[in-house]
Structure formats: C-alpha cells, structure tokens
C-alpha cells in the first residue's frame, strides 16, 4: 500500500468513526437546553451552525463572542463536546457559535481540503454569521474571538490574516500559518495570538514541512515568530517551562512576548513530547497514531484566560 492509498485508508475509517459518534451527537444536542442549530443560505449551498447561549445570565450582557472551528473530520457539535467551551459560557456570560464546515472540512488557504478543493469561501461564510449572530445578540462587535483545532486552527489564522477587523483574539491549536497564506497576506493592524501545539505531533509537523493532505506549512516557531514581526513586538521573548503530572510523559514550554503594539501579545504553549491530540484530553480515534496527549493543561481554560486578559 503506497502512501496515498494509506492517507485514503486512513481518512475513510476516520470519516466513519466520527460520522457515527456525530449522530449521536446530534441526537443528544437536539435535547441540550440553549443550543440553537441555524441554517443559512450562502453561495447557493445551505450552511448550518449551533449557536449556545448560557443557561443563567448573570447579568442583561454577553461578555464576549466566541467562534469555535472544529477539525478535519469534525462538526460544530463534536468540536463542543471536545471542548468543553459551554461550562466557561455558563460561568462567564457567552455566547458561543459552533459552525460546520463544508465536507467536514473547512477552505483554510492551504489548497488540499475538500472545501478548498470545491472553491468554497469559508471567509464570507464565517463574516456572513459573525454579522447575522452579533446584530441578533446586540453583542460588541470589539468583543469577538475565534478559535480552531487542527484544520479548523488553520481556518482560525487565515480569518485572523484576512479579517483581522472582525477580531479581538484568536487561538489555533495543533495548527500553524500555511506557507501560502503567509506569502499572500498580513493582517489589518495589530492582533492577539495563541498557539498550542506537540513537538511530535504524527499529522502536522511541528518544524513545519507539508501535512498529510499535501499542505505546506511554517514551523510553529515560524508561525510565533512572524505574529511577533507583524504586531511589531519590542522586547525579549520570554520562556517558561514546567511539568506538574510527570506521569504524562510530557512538559509545556511557554514562549511569550508581550510588549507589541496597541496593547497586543503573542504566546505559544509547546507541548513537549505532545502529539495531535486536544491539549487535556485524549482523542481515541481507530487506526490513526494521534501521539502521546498531555494533562499538563486544560486548552479550553488555558484559551479562555488568553481572550479574557486582552478585555
């Protein structure tokens, strides 16, 4: 079997696992209190996404908007069981937006996707919702964040380089700046980034090189470093290193630079030893090595403290 018939192999029992967990899913959200599922029409294709509002307000006021991306394979749904986003939205008055994608899969600039592959326009399709929830919600528009998980981590650095106006933060996890965007953009003016990912991750090379669906991409060291040029940041990066569960097999090392322009940083959690998996979880998915997962941090936690610190 030669290595594009093992990529297909392997992205088929992928698709049927998730296809079946996802109707479970489904059937599950369809009886969660305060998750609405929306459907809108756009470039003649009918797109869907659920949207959570907190059980309790705490007050008449969202905090904040979050959109969250879900991964290659994945669904808005499946993306906020991964997450654990709607407990954070309960205790911190949010409303968080969970998009599908198109062919589980979402057009994020590096040409290999089956939504780059059919020339669909992701970037139109999150600013359409972004606009339909934020006047519905009467949200602050200066109050909105994005975050992605490995091709949806992809799609969250493409949106913070072409729209970066519509965002306050964003965080991509397991994911960096594909080779192609970076030549082709730079973002509006200064903006706040996170990244998270595994220096053995099996899927995308965390030394950068190409991903398996032929994507070229930037190091994360790279992709921190280009955040850090772009927000014009002037002092020394800073480095911190721990390891609380040595049971884990893994340690984080933390990069940070802070002092950029309009009050922005730039921060990047390498989970050293991590693979693919969502950082404080582990990701069981059959026949594909995702590497060794880390309870060194909670990613959910660890992004939510990032986008509330720039409020």
Not at 155 to 161: A, E, G
Not at 195 to 218: A, H, K, M, Q, R
Not at 226 to 234: A, D, H, L, R, S
Request: net charge positive; glycine share 8%.
């Amino acid at each position: 079997m030669n290595r594009i018939q093992k990529l297909y192999f392997i992205s088929s029992i992928l698709f049927l696992s998730l296809n079946q967990c996802g109707a479970v899913q489904k059937y599950r959200a369809s009886k969660l209190p305060n998750l609405h599922s929306m459907q809108i029409e756009h470039n003649g294709k009918n797109r869907t996404y659920h949207v959570y509002s907190p059980s309790k307000m705490n007050s008449n006021m969202y905090q904040a908007l979050v959109l969250v991306l879900h991964g290659r394979f994945g669904s808005g749904i499946q993306v906020m069981y991964q997450t654990e986003l709607n407990k954070i939205a309960d205790d911190s008055n949010l409303l968080i937006i969970y998009p599908d994608g198109y062919g589980k899969s979402w057009a994020d600039g590096r040409g290999g996707t089956p939504a780059d592959l059919g020339g669909i326009d992701d970037v139109a399709f999150l600013e359409k919702l972004l606009q339909i929830e934020t006047r519905r919600y009467k949200l602050d528009p200066n109050k909105v964040f994005i975050m992605g998980h490995s091709n949806g981590g992809f799609m969250t650095q493409r949106m913070l380089l072409e729209r970066t106006e519509l965002f306050r933060a964003g965080a991509s996890v397991v994911s960096q700046i594909s080779v192609n965007l970076a030549k082709k953009y730079k973002p509006q003016r200064p903006i706040n980034v996170l990244f998270l990912n595994g220096t053995e991750d099996p899927l995308v090379p965390y030394y950068g090189g190409y991903v398996s669906d032929l994507g070229e991409i930037l190091s994360v060291n790279e992709s921190f470093h280009k955040w850090v040029e772009w927000n014009g940041c002037k002092n020394q990066i800073q480095l911190e290193t721990f390891d609380r569960d040595p049971l884990d097999k893994t340690k984080i090392t933390i990069m940070k630079s802070e002092s950029c322009s309009n009050n922005t940083k730039v921060l990047s959690y390498s989970i050293m030893g991590g693979g693919h998996n969502y950082p404080g979880k582990q990701d069981n998915i059959p026949f594909v090595k995702l590497g060794e997962p880390t309870f060194e941090i909670d990613a959910t936690k660890i992004i939510w403290d990032f986008f509330k610190s720039t409020l």
